[in-house]
Nanobody, 124 residues
Framework: QVQLVESGGGSVQTGGSLRLSCSAS????????VGWFRQAPGKEREFVAT????????YYTNSVKGRFTISRDTTKNTVYLQMNILKPEDTAVYYC?????????????????WGQGTQVTVSS
């Protein structure tokens, strides 16, 4: 079983950048497909991005394409979410998640392991 811990959240102004980290312990993160999700107050958790085990394949929700980049560093057992040109609507708690099976999935119930989340606040 893998344990996930997110970090890197914070408060930025519109147009700013943040890099979120999802660090794993217990198992090698490259054994899993990893996704990033977010949940704003009063809203359902939504898919943001995901990457294959190798990191060679990525998929993004339309609202973050061209602004966010998901990547892996296998030497650090960590997956990152680089977020650029941030907007107020990106404000949310961001979660990383890992799934055992193959395939790109955007449903949160397809993921088996979750971190505790990190808050991202973008002010206008």
């Amino acid at each position: 079983q893998v344990q996930l811990v997110e970090s890197g959240g914070g408060s930025v102004q519109t147009g700013g950048s943040l890099r979120l980290s999802c660090s794993a312990s217990g198992r090698t993160l490259s054994s899993y497909y990893v996704g990033w999700f977010r949940q704003a107050p009063g809203k359902e958790r939504e898919f943001v991005a995901t990457t294959t085990r190798s990191g060679g394949g990525t998929y993004y929700t339309n609202s973050v394409k061209g602004r966010f980049t998901i990547s892996r560093d296998t030497t650090k057992n960590t997956v990152y979410l680089q977020m650029n040109i941030l907007k107020p609507e990106d404000t949310a708690v961001y979660y990383c998640a890992a799934r055992n099976g193959d395939g790109i999935y955007m449903r949160s119930d397809s993921y088996d392991y979750w971190g505790q989340g990190t808050q991202v606040t973008v002010s206008s």
